[in-house]
T-cell receptor, first 112, second 113 residues
Framework: GENVEQHPSTLSVQEGDSAVIKCTYSDSASNYFPWYKQELGKRPQLIIDIRSNVGEKKDQRIAVTLNKTAKHFSLHITETQPEDSAVYFCAVRDTGRRALTFGSGTRLQVQP | NAGVTQTPKFQVLKTGQSMTLQCAQDMNHEYMSWYRQDPGMGLRLIHYSVGAGITDQGEVPNGYNVSRSTTEDFPLRLLSAAPSQTSVYFC????????????FGPGTRLTVT
């Protein structure tokens, strides 16, 4: 099955700085790469996603880049704010199971 | 639309007890999945279904059963609860076409003592 690795496990930045989280995956046939934000005690919330036919996607302060050759994708958050503090998960759609395989998560702390 | 609903929100079981976690969606989604999330970890796939009458195992299926008799419902059964099954359980659904986005339920927090 699919294997997803996510780094770093924790990330602390100053308000206004940028944050970058990276994920690698194993199945070259994977075609959908979402990022989720999860606040304490809540369900994961989709914040951005990208399909395999696109190299980059941006939504205001959030962007995702995909390198299919190297099998990695990254989440970029610019001008971070304290409300960005949460756990972020990358995921990859397993084409066989039509469900998601998740990374282990990154705890982002934005210091005011 | 209510989206994806899960019941109960919280449950405490004793080792060896059985129970069913309920999941329902009203979006006519064909794909449904169950994940568990242990403290400080990502979500792991337990079982999934691509349509009524069709289910299959995910990454961590041992100790759990599922069935999908209707498009709307996808219950998860714990056969004989063990402390290792203490976790938060999330149900999710997604449409077969248009989008791969998964819609998550609010979760069930299960403690097995």
């Amino acid at each position: 099955g699919e294997n997803v690795e996510q780094h770093p496990s924790t990330l602390s930045v100053q308000e206004g700085d940028s944050a970058v989280i990276k994920c690698t995956y194993s199945d070259s046939a994977s075609n959908y790469f979402p990022w989720y934000k999860q606040e304490l005690g809540k369900r994961p919330q989709l914040i951005i996603d990208i399909r395999s036919n696109v190299g980059e996607k941006k939504d205001q302060r959030i962007a995702v880049t995909l390198n299919k050759t190297a099998k990695h994708f990254s989440l970029h958050i610019t001008e971070t704010q304290p409300e960005d503090s949460a756990v972020y998960f990358c995921a990859v759609r397993d084409t066989g199971r039509r469900a998601l395989t998740f990374g282990s998560g990154t705890r982002l702390q934005v210091q005011p | 639309n209510a989206g994806v609903t899960q019941t109960p929100k919280f449950q405490v079981l004793k080792t060896g007890q059985s129970m069913t976690l309920q999941c329902a969606q009203d979006m006519n989604h064909e794909y449904m999945s169950w994940y568990r999330q242990d403290p400080g970890m990502g979500l792991r796939l337990i079982h999934y279904s691509v349509g009524a009458g069709i289910t299959d195992q995910g990454e961590v299926p041992n100790g759990y059963n599922v069935s999908r008799s209707t498009t709307e419902d996808f219950p998860l059964r714990l056969l004989s609860a063990a402390p290792s099954q203490t976790s938060v359980y999330f149900c999710a659904s997604s449409p077969r076409q248009e989008s791969y986005e998964q819609y998550f339920g609010p979760g069930t927090r299960l403690t097995v003592t």
